[in-house]
């Protein structure tokens, strides 16, 4: 693809993808590759930049990461950030100290308006700064133009070698202007035009894919989540009724849902096969409670539909997948304890022949594929979805499943949701749900007793769903979520909501 590109070299910091995210919001393509990456590989990409990451090494150490000095000698600007601007000045002559207090959190620092990474900024500001270790000695040939209290070298320049450091981070929303010091490095410093747009990257993909597939047959399995909807968008454009999607209803999605992904499909050029497998998997989950054999029944039972109807489709050259760019970079990384055993729609099968693999999506992060789904015309309702598990409501109702809670679950899910949008909600928390717990209790209805299931309502707000709080939902907006459900939803007679965070608790209940 003909656009610019900046290299972000990984230190193994916490906050990589997002700088990388938000170099692509400055509209400037980047890719994150691994330190360790060979000088003649970064090059290769023609990069108008490189940003190093910070990590959580001091320079010092032993087995702290290293960088071939040959990089500072190419004429390609670097931005060194955290640990990535103490290897810039530790590898060209500078000194780093370890003093005996380290600088963490919000700090206010000073800038110096004439570097060309501060330039139009106020004069001082509030950065985020999370390190133990600073520049006390600039390497030849620089300048400190940023400084804190505790720190003389917040920012380090060599305007003639193009070279900039930076102690603190950027890439996070705490540091003030830190998306202006990293566009300013961006147009400033590499002479970025602003190359990276989706209306671009949706054409250049088209005709890549359209060469790559020639005449194949693609197989795609479509969950109706964001991914996977953008990727059956994305190929159904490039290559028509050469591809086949097949959408397994397990009769376990949300309210309306599964007629929904079929109609956004349905009038496409492509061929859609919704498979209607409700009567499998209930049957094979009927009397199951345990959370990962549910799972795991769920998991298997798809990669069997989904085989059997490959196998009707016969040869298939190429199955896409729905990978996304965090993916990308989150696999290769240490193995995590196994809390549940997550399981995609989009990373099917072992057994099913085909020759290659397509992932359309491999470059783009969330927004970014949203925003390609929009340019390609699909529905809001598919395109802003918010993420949702593979085995569905199953894990949303504790215990047992039958026919008759998961239609009191899509009604009441249906109510929440409907009222979060009312509220103008939709955007502050980023997932939300309702869950049918296996509790009963005692209510009272008109003059009658009632003995119904108790609704819990989840709603959290997180960055990554890695770790998340729950969400201040204001109790105006909870009263009218409760006494809708409990008066329209037969079924259920009380309401609680979650106010735990993740962690210790997960934020699906199952
Ligand atoms: P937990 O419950 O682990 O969820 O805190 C974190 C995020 O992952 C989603 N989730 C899943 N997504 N397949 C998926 O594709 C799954 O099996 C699965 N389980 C949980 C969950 O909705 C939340 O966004």
Redesign the pocket.
Known sequence: MNHQTVVILDFGGQYNQLIARRVRECAVYCEVLPYRTPLSEILAKNPIGVIFTGGPNSVYAEDAPKIDPALFEQGIPVLGICYGAQLMAYTLGGHVTSPDSREYGKTLTQYDTSCALFQNLPSQGITWMSHTDYIDQLPEGFSSTAHTDACPVAAMSNPTRKLYGIQFHPEVLHTENGVAVLRNFLYNVCGAKGDWTMEDFARTSILQLRERIGKGKVLLGLSGGVDSSVAAALLSKAVGNQLTCIFVDHGLMRKNEGDEVEAAFKGRSLNFVRVNAQDRFLSRLAGVTDPETK?KIIGEEFIRVFEAEAKKIGRVDYLAQGTIYPDVIESGSGEAAV??????VGGLPDHVDFKEIVEPLRLLFKDETRALGRELGLPNYLVDRQ?????GLA?RIIGEITPEKIAILQEADAIFREEIDNAGLRHQVH?YFAVLTSMRSVGVMGDGRTYDYTLALRGVTTTD?MT?DWARIPYETLDLISRRIVNQVRGINRIVYDITS?PPA???WE
């Open positions: 799972r809390i549940k055993s997550h399981h995609n993420p949702f598990p593979g085995p894990i997932q769903f998340a993740k997960t934020i699906e």
